[in-house]
Nanobody
Framework: QLQASGGGLVQAGGSLRLSCKASRMILSTFWSTSFGWYRQAPGKQRELVAGSSSDGSSNYGDSVKGRFTISRDNSRKTVYLQMIDLKTEDTGVYYC?????????WGEGTLVTVSS
């Protein structure tokens, strides 16, 4: 249901943009779905990085506030995570999540590696 992309290797201070496409989701469902980006660093639990609710509100983990921005393009059924000023501690596998009435989908992760 969800295809995540955009991960890669970047130096500290650099930027990346992740994409999560819900290609099989009908448009009206996309509009009413809440999306989130989570990450899992080696040896750590998965944590919420950013969330986008269907009402247009967004929320962020404390460690990424001011550096990451979640956005959604309803016409493309795609959710983005723009990441700037990346730090080595941002390294991890990033997962896209879609939660709505009666469903909770996870995409395959995309690896982000930030080198010092």
């Amino acid at each position: 249901q969800l295809q995540a992309s955009g991960g890669g290797l970047v130096q500290a201070g650099g930027s990346l943009r992740l994409s999560c496409k819900a290609s099989r989701m009908i448009l009206s469902t996309f509009w009413s779905t809440s999306f989130g980006w989570y990450r899992q660093a080696p040896g750590k639990q998965r944590e919420l990085v950013a969330g986008s609710s269907s009402d247009g509100s967004s929320n962020y983990g404390d460690s990424v506030k001011g550096r990451f921005t979640i956005s959604r393009d309803n016409s493309r059924k795609t959710v983005y995570l723009q990441m700037i000023d990346l730090k080595t501690e941002d390294t991890g596998v990033y997962y896209c999540n879609a939660r709505g009435r009666g469903f909770d989908y996870w995409g395959e992760g995309t690896l982000v590696t930030v080198s010092s």
